[in-house]
């Protein structure tokens, strides 16, 4: 069978990113393979663990079960966008200042589904973070402290904190 090659027009972490690829390809694939953006963790690759977890328009989806070519031309958002001018997002600071990465090999898929929970809901309860976060693995921290991080970084946008 022939392999076909598309020139896909992705838009990733707001820059254009026009790139050569094979149309089986998956979003995954070209973010780590062709891009050069190894934030996103490889991890079941079958809808399993959440570790893959990007943003495309604002919301979390699998990066392992789509194809690139089906997200052309949208908003693609990767950990590696999430600090801005060199800031991280509040996220990534309460997420340290709690310890809620361990290995860390779910926290990018961790910190996407959070940012798309928070930024239509700043201040989640318990409950509705369980429900954003249900979706993605951690076999290390036993959650409590990823659901702690999310709460305090709620509480610092609601407040004003940046983005
Ligand atoms: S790698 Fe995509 S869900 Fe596990
Ligand atoms: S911190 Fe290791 S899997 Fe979550």
Excluded: W
């Amino acid at each position: 069978m022939q392999t076909q090659v598309a020139l896909l027009h992705l838009r990733v972490n707001g820059e254009a990113h026009p790139v050569a690829a094979p149309t089986h390809k998956t979003l995954l694939e070209v973010l780590r393979e062709d891009l050069g953006l190894t934030g996103t963790k490889h991890g079941c690759e079958v809808g399993e663990c959440g570790t893959c977890t990007v943003l495309v328009d604002g919301e979390p989806i699998l990066s392992c079960l789509t194809l690139a070519a089906d997200v052309e031309g949208r908003e693609i958002t990767t950990v590696e966008g999430l600090a801005q001018n060199g800031e991280l997002h509040p996220l990534q600071v309460a997420f340290a200042e709690r310890g809620a990465a361990q290995c860390g090999y779910c926290t990018p898929g961790m910190l996407l589904s959070a940012k798309a929970l928070l930024d239509r809901n700043p201040r989640p309860t318990e409950d509705e973070i369980k429900e954003a976060l249900s979706g993605n693995l951690c076999r290390c921290t036993g959650y409590l402290k990823i659901i702690e991080a999310v709460k305090l970084a709620g509480e610092r946008l609601a407040q004003g904190g940046p983005r």
